[in-house]
């Protein structure tokens, strides 16, 4: 993968990169958007929770692909409430600490349950 930031137009305003570009031949996945749900089908409480849940969820998808985070190469976040944004860079660092993929955040109306908070899809690539 290379990374493309050029210096003729503004830096990234976080932890993400303006552009990432995929050799070819690589496999790629889609990732669905992942919200805090586990294998109990439970929707977790709290933003935290199903923030970090997600990313496990992305986690396991990636690892059946064998791949891992580090193969992410734009992903798009999608929250309900806009005060929880520093909660998902939070999140969002934990698993992919200093990988950059191009990245998108929303704030939206609402998700497909009333409960969920945010939901977390991506593409990867090997």
Not at 15 to 33: D, Q
Not at 46 to 70: K, P, V, Y
Request: with cysteine.
């Amino acid at each position: 993968m290379k990374f493309h930031n050029p210096e003729s137009i503004s830096t990234p305003l976080g932890a993400y990169s303006h552009g990432v570009e995929i050799p070819p031949g690589s496999r790629t996945i889609y990732l669905s958007g992942q919200v805090g749900i586990g294998a109990d089908d439970r929707i977790l409480d709290t933003f935290e929770e199903q923030a970090d849940r997600a990313w496990l969820n992305i986690g396991e998808i990636l690892g059946s692909a064998g791949m891992t985070f580090r193969n992410i190469v734009k992903m798009s976040t999608f929250m309900v409430r806009a005060e929880d944004y520093p909660k998902a860079r939070v999140a969002r660092s934990k698993y992919l600490g200093d990988h950059r993929p191009a990245s998108s955040a929303m704030v939206v109306v609402a998700l497909a349950d009333p409960k969920m908070l945010i939901e977390i899809e991506a593409v990867a690539c090997a």
